[in-house]
Every structure is written in structure tokens, then in C-alpha cells.
């Protein structure tokens, strides 16, 4: 069974540019997370989507949004870059019904670099 | 915020020693889990304990779980190079789904 796929793996932005970043989950999971890692902050949630509909979301500006597609598929999209958007964006997916009772499977992520 | 605090930050061992790391969380749980990280990858989900469980088990893995104390503890038996990564645990934030909080994390380094 493939895994969590995320697409860029890498991505060199400027400031004030917009990225869009890819997550597929594993076949049949409904439930997708999005998550920031950094250095200082560690991992913060960004938010959840289910079966099109995000169900939890995390302190982050407005800036930062997503949305889920019919096949379950998600992407994150970031506009108005600023260096400290600079982050490994990892994308988790489960089958969303069992709540926290089930384990999430974590993509490799996107490295998100802002110049 | 963090709701996982843990502690060493750090720590280096020897191939064959056992590592401990602790797990420290502010609210009340529905589970809590651990997870591994190798540098540069995604995170890989090794055990949940259940706020009922005091201790559980998976293969050289032992997790104990003391709510009163809002503790856990992760224990890697005879530990492997193959073992050095970052080690994380993570709580459920009151039920919600697919939101989990993590700790800073403990980054395992096994000498061969």
C-alpha cells in the first residue's frame, strides 16, 4: 500500500510570493492534517480536512489555508511569504472515523525555504 | 503551544544500552502516542497508550503512562544504531480529531 506522498520536496520561494503545496494520503483515509515543523517552534498543527471539510484548525494567520478533494487529496497554500513561513510542512493522513484512537502516517514533507 | 514538554533534549548511548525518555503534558488526555523521526524524513507513529493503560509494549519498545503525574515515559531496549532519530510524543487535544500536539521532542544518538 503506497504511503503519504507529498509534492514538492523541496521549494525555494522570494518573499511576498504564494506557494501551494500537495498531499496524498493513503488509499481510503479520509482524514488529512497539515503540520509546520521549525527549529524554534517545533511541530504546530495547521489544520484538518474531512471528506472536504476542514474540521480542526490551528493558530496560524490567514495566510495559510487548504482544502481537501473528493478523492481526499489536499493542498496547503501560503500567499504573501515571509522568511519565517521557512519550514518543513508535513501532511498526515488517517481514516478520520476512530478519532485519536488511530495512529497518523506522516508524509516526508515539503522543505520550504523563503529567500 | 507545546503541551508535551520532554526531557533529555539530547542524549547519546551506546549500541547495545537502553535509552529512556520522558514526556512531560499540561491537560487532560484520551491517548497519548510516540512517534520517530529520522533527520530529513516524515514522522513514523511507533506506539499509543491509552489514558486506561498504565503500560504497553511493542517489541523492544516499553511506554508507560502515569496520568496522575501527566507523564510518559518511552524505553528502547537494546538499542540499535538504526535507532538514532528524534523521538516525539504527542497528545489528543481534548478529542479533536486529527489534531495532534507534540512535544519538542528528544534526539537519540546510538554510538556503534
Known amino acids: 500500500k503506497a504511503g503519504v506522498t507529498q509534492t514538492p520536496r523541496y521549494l525555494i520561494k522570494t518573499r511576498g510570493q504564494q506557494v501551494t503545496l500537495s498531499c496524498s494520503p493513503i488509499?481510503?483515509?479520509?482524514?488529512v492534517s497539515w503540520y509546520q515543523q521549525t527549529p524554534g517552534q517545533g511541530l504546530q498543527f495547521l489544520f484538518e480536512y474531512f471528506s472536504e471539510t476542514q474540521r480542526n484548525k490551528g493558530n496560524f494567520p490567514g495566510r495559510f489555508s487548504g482544502r481537501q478533494f473528493s478523492n481526499s487529496r489536499s493542498e496547503m497554500n501560503v500567499s504573501t511569504l515571509e522568511l519565517g513561513d521557512s519550514a518543513l510542512y508535513l501532511c498526515a493522513s488517517s481514516w478520520g472515523d476512530r478519532g485519536l484512537w488511530e495512529p497518523q502516517h506522516f508524509g516526508d514533507g515539503t522543505r520550504l525555504s523563503i529567500l | 503551544s507545546q503541551q508535551g514538554e520532554e526531557d533529555p533534549q539530547a542524549l547519546s548511548i551506546q549500541e547495545g544500552e537502553n535509552a529512556t525518555m520522558n514526556c512531560s503534558y499540561k491537560?487532560?488526555?484520551?491517548?497519548l502516542q510516540w512517534y520517530r523521526q529520522n533527520s530529513g524524513r516524515g514522522l513514523v507513529h511507533l506506539i499509543l497508550?491509552?489514558?486506561?493503560?498504565r503500560e504497553k509494549h511493542s517489541g523492544r519498545l516499553r511506554v508507560t503512562l502515569d496520568t496522575s503525574k501527566k507523564s510518559s515515559s518511552l524505553l528502547i531496549t537494546a538499542s540499535r544504531a538504526a535507532d538514532t532519530a528524534s523521538y516525539f510524543c504527542a497528545t489528543d487535544a481534548s478529542g479533536n480529531t486529527g489534531k495532534l500536539i507534540f512535544g519538542q521532542g528528544t534526539t537519540l544518538q546510538v554510538k556503534p
Open positions: 488509499s481510503g483515509h479520509r482524514s
Open positions: 497508550i491509552r489514558s486506561n493503560e
Open positions: 491537560t487532560s488526555i484520551n491517548n
